[in-house]
């Protein structure tokens, strides 16, 4: 059994602070300053040029992949990290219709992250070829799987709703008409189990800053199946990638059979200290073990606030097996209730036009913090502390 009053003591949360947007940005594990000061007084300061070999910074691609490939069932050699989720969009889908060649339709959902749809509309902008990009909403994504689909490109998790994909429906649909499966992990990882072996699917891509707990700006991750990594197509075909990058050759010949080739440009090894860091926590964390507490901890804090918080709704699936790790309710004045909620140190976000969302990770979160919280929002409520002129204000972060 894990133990989470084990992993809660490993991250420096402010005193007195409810936090319930790790699944936006995770908190600072204690580890984190060791770790990136070891990184600048004992590898950048001391070995300058020599830490590329002496501290194995050129294949922490590859070393913090495989770590990152434990939480989503990836054997080893199959997950590199580097870059943003926005520019793993970008590599999976374009990499995955190459393998569709015949075929000129991507599809996705209403419901996905907007940098995903933008990313897609992009490529298919530069291909300059009668591509097109399908959105129907998430629930109808299955029946317009048909064989003139060459990508299926999906997050597993609603970012606004916490509505859950089944993705081995989805991927075994798509491979019996003979498409690609682009799998967005960003509010999986980490969150809830997820096995890209078992559900064979094609590329895997995600972020270590939410749920991982790697520091804003953390490195992305992408996973190609294994039957693919002779085949799939780097288009962003940079050095970090190439057969033999030190040979310096003046054409581009992608690693072979690895997935080096994915690999793009020179990465930010102070950010890999931290990310590293943040791996720590997760040695011992069973993904079965955090799903079942997560479930337990949303169960309570969804009966607590609809019983106590009149005009709050939840507007999540109310089935804890299709839902991912945060939880989202709608509240006419959202926005100026969220404002209130974290002057009162209590931190969850909002999700235009009117969802405030609260991150379940039970990583560091417990029972006490979870009814701490619906106290303190049955309050502002109660007080219409809302209603306050300093709340209405909308910064440029929500
Ligand atoms: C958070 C998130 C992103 C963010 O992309 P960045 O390139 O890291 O800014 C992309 N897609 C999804 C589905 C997300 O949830």
């Known amino acids: 059994m894990t133990d989470f009053n084990k992993t809660r003591a490993m991250f420096d949360i402010p005193e007195g602070m409810i936090y319930l947007n790790g699944n936006s940005l995770g908190p600072m594990p204690k580890a984190a300053p060791d770790a990136i000061n070891a990184f600048l007084h004992d590898e950048w300061k001391t070995e300058l040029i020599k830490g590329w070999n002496t501290k194995g ?8 992949g495989d770590r990152v490939g434990r939480l989503i069932g990836a054997p080893e050699g199959t997950t590199v990290v580097s870059d943003t989720l926005s520019i793993k969009v970008f590599q999976a889908v374009s990499a995955g219709l190459a393998l569709v060649p015949d075929r000129k339709v991507i599809l996705s959902d209403n419901g996905n992250f907007p940098t995903d749809l933008y990313i ?40 606004r709703t916490g509505r859950k994909h089944d993705m081995s429906a989805l991927i075994q649909k798509a491979h019996a008409v003979g498409a690609v499966v682009v799998w967005d992990l960003a509010h999986s990882c980490g969150a809830i189990p997820v096995d890209v072996t078992a559900t064979d699917v094609d590329f895997a891509i995600g972020c270590t800053y939410k749920y991982v707990n790697g520091g804003p700006g953390a490195p992305a991750f992408i996973y190609v199946a294994p039957r693919l990594l002779d085949s799939v197509e780097p288009y962003l075909s940079g050095w970090y990638g190439h057969e033999s990058p030190f040979a310096f050759d003046t054409d581009y010949r992608p690693m072979p059979g690895k997935i080096d080739r994915m690999r793009i440009g020179t990465p930010s090894i102070a950010a890999f200290s931290l990310l590293s860091a943040a791996l720590d926590v997760w040695e011992d964390v069973d993904m079965n073990d955090l799903h079942q507490r997560s479930i ?10 609809e019983a106590r918080c009149p005009g709050v709704t939840f507007v999540g699936p109310r089935d804890p097996m299709k839902r991912g790790s945060h939880v989202p309710f709608t509240f006419e004045h959202g926005y100026a209730c969220m404002q209130a909620l974290i002057a009162n140190n209590v931190i969850g976000d909002f999700r235009a036009p009117n969802v405030m969302r609260f991150g379940i990770t039970p990583l560091f979160i417990n029972e006490e913090d979870i009814m701490k919280a619906v106290d303190t929002l049955a309050d502002i409520l109660t007080n219409e502390t809302w209603k306050e002129e300093r709340f209405q204000v909308r910064a440029k972060v929500t």
């Open 57 to 64: 910074w050129w294949m922490q691609t590859n070393t913090l």
């Open 120 to 159: 897609a509309e992009g490529l298919i902008k530069l291909k300059d070829a009668g591509y097109e990009l399908r959105i129907p909403d998430p629930e109808d994504v299955i029946d317009n799987i048909t064989d003139e689909v060459a990508v299926v490109m999906v997050t597993e998790v609603d970012y």
């Open 296 to 305: 337990e901890l949303s169960e309570l804090f969804i009966q607590e606030v």
